[in-house]
């Protein structure tokens, strides 16, 4: 099953923002592998059209995926969605919404000539030997 806020929050992020929430689900307060929770959007549409990237902390949930099912089964409404936000502490509040507002960098290889490495890495033993 695939839900709208797959496409919303880059999953690198994502994965950011459960680690963020202490790897627990917002609705039955579990641990879980960070591989093992979604996150659910509220109010998508605002989310999309205004407001800042951090002001998306207020419209997001760290879900495991049975109480992700459950709600979107249940028409859970949004005032009950939003009344679980209030369980979020002020630093995971913040914690989320630094990740949010971080403008994602174009990716850089790093500068590292893999051939020297490796050449440096296999003659390690002919290095100790010599000391
Ligand atoms: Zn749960
Ligand atoms: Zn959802």
């Keep these: ?5 797959r496409d ?6 994502q994965k950011r ?4 929430a202490g790897c627990r689900c ?17 109010g998508t549409e605002r989310a999309r ?9 207020r419209e997001l949930l760290v879900l495991c995926s049975c109480c992700h099912q459950d709600l979107h089964r249940n028409c859970v409404s949004d005032d009950e969605q939003r009344a679980l936000l209030t ?4 630093e995971m509040t913040e914690a989320i919404r630094e990740i949010l507002s971080t403008k994602l960098k174009p990716y850089v290889p ?3 000539d893999l051939e020297e490495t490796f050449a440096d ?3 390690l033993r002919t290095h100790y030997r010599g000391m």
């Design 49 to 57: 059209t205004g407001g800042s990237p951090a002001d998306l902390e």
């Design 17 to 20: 923002i459960v680690i963020a």
């Design 87 to 90: 369980y979020r502490t002020p």
């Design 110 to 112: 790093p500068e590292v």
């Design 8 to 13: 919303l929050i880059p999953p690198v992020r």
């Design 1 to 5: 099953m695939t839900f709208p806020s």
């Design 26 to 42: 917002e609705l039955c307060g579990e641990e879980y592998l960070a591989a093992d929770l979604e996150i659910h959007t509220l």
């Design 121 to 123: 890495a296999t003659h």
